[in-house]
C-alpha cells in the first residue's frame, strides 16, 4: 500500500535548509571555478545572502562570474575582499591544495569560514586549520552540502525521529559517467574518486547514522585506457559499533545511455528503512528532483510513504551549508559542519587510501597517529 503524497507534512519530515534570520551578513568568494557559477552564486541567490564579491587569481573569470549579478565586486587581491569592512564571511572554493593558507589569513583578520572540501590535502594540514581556527575565535565550517541534499537531510531527520529503529546498515550506490576534465586540475591527482566525490557519501552516511565509523576497508580501480591518473571506481567499507555497516560502490565510467545510470541511498534499521535516489546524478548537469521511499514499522505497517521532495543537491543543498554557519554565528555556537568534526570524515578518506594501499582494514585511530601522506 503506498500512502498519498500528502503525507510528507503529516510525517514532519523535517529537509529544506534552514536560514539565518539576518540575510544580510556580507560574504566574499575566494575562486570563480565552475562550482561556484553553478552552484554557490544561484544557490546564495535563492536564499537572499549577500554576496559582496569575488576574488580569483584569474581576473576575467571573477569578471565572468559576477556578470549576472550587478553590483558585486570583483576585488583585485586576496587582500582587497579580507580587508573590505563589509566582508563577515569568507567563502574559500579552491582546490584543497590552496585553501590552508587562505584559510589561516582569513582567520587571522577574525573573518569567519566556509572552506571547501577536503579541507586539506594532508590530515595533519586539515588539524592545524582546526588549532588556527579555534586560536582566533572564528566559526569555520567545510562545505560538505550532501548533508543538505533533500534525499539525505529527510532521511537524517527519519532517523532521528526514531522511525527506523536502530540504525543498522547504509548503502550509497552510483554508477554514472564523470566528466572530470570540466575541473582540469583534478585529472591531474592521484587521489580522486574518493578525495574529491566519495567523501560526501561518507560524510553524508556517518551524517545520517549519527556514529563514527571503526574502520574502512576500500579498493579503488581505474578504467582501461582513462585519461586521468587517480581511481575513478571504487568499492568502501565502514564498520560501526555494533551490528552496524555500510558500503559505498561508485563507478563513474558508465558508458551505457543515461537511462541505465543510477545514484541510489538506502538507510535501515531494525523497525523499518528509508531510500531514495540522487537525482543530480542522474542526467548530470541538468539533474532532476530527489526522490524517498519509507517504510516504519512505527507508522502505519504495511504502509509505504513515497512524499515528493523539493530541491536538488545542485544548488539548493549549498544554501543549507552557508546557512548552517550564518545561523551559528547568530546563535553562537559551533556549526554541525564545523572543521573539528570534519577531521573524522577526513579519517575516513584517508583510512580509506591507506586501506587501499595495504588491503587491510584501517581503523580511524591509526590516521590521527601516523603521518599521512
Known sequence: MYADKGTAGRLDIDYKPKLPRDLTKGIGIVGAGEIVIHAHLPAYRMAGFHV???????????????????????????????EHPDVQIVDIAVPAGHQPEIAKQAARQGKHLLCQKPLAET?????ELVEVFAAHGIKAAV????????GIQASRSIMERGWLGEPLQAAIQVNV??????????????????MYH?????????YVLGLQPEYVYADGARFPGQPYRGETRTLIHLKFPGEVRALIHDNHNNRMPQEDWYATFRFEGTEGIVKGTNGALYNYPTGKEDTISLYSERLEKGCLY??????????????GTMGELMRAIEENREPVNNAADNLITLQTVFAAYRSMESNR???LEEIDRLPVT
Not at 590530515?123 to 588539524?127: C, G, N, V
Request: glycine share 4%; hydrophobic share 40%.
Open 361 to 363: 582494514p584501517v581503523y
Open 52 to 82: 559582496i564579491g569575488i576574488y580569483d587569481k584569474d581576473h576575467a573569470k571573477a569578471e565572468s562570474a559576477v556578470s549576472g549579478y550587478p553590483g558585486m565586486l570583483v576585488f583585485a587581491s586576496l587582500e582587497a575582499l579580507l
Open 198 to 206: 566519495s567523501i560526501h557519501y561518507l560524510d553524508s552516511i556517518r
Open 143 to 150: 562545505n560538505q552540502q550532501m548533508r543538505w541534499s533533500p
Open 177 to 194: 559517467h564523470t566528466p572530470w576534465e570540466n575541473w582540469p586540475w583534478l585529472t591531474h591527482i592521484s587521489t580522486l574518486e574518493v
Open 123 to 127: 590530515y595533519e594540514q586539515a588539524k
Open 306 to 319: 513515497t512524499p515528493n521532495l523539493e530541491g536538488r543537491w545542485f544548488p539548493h543543498a549549498f544554501m
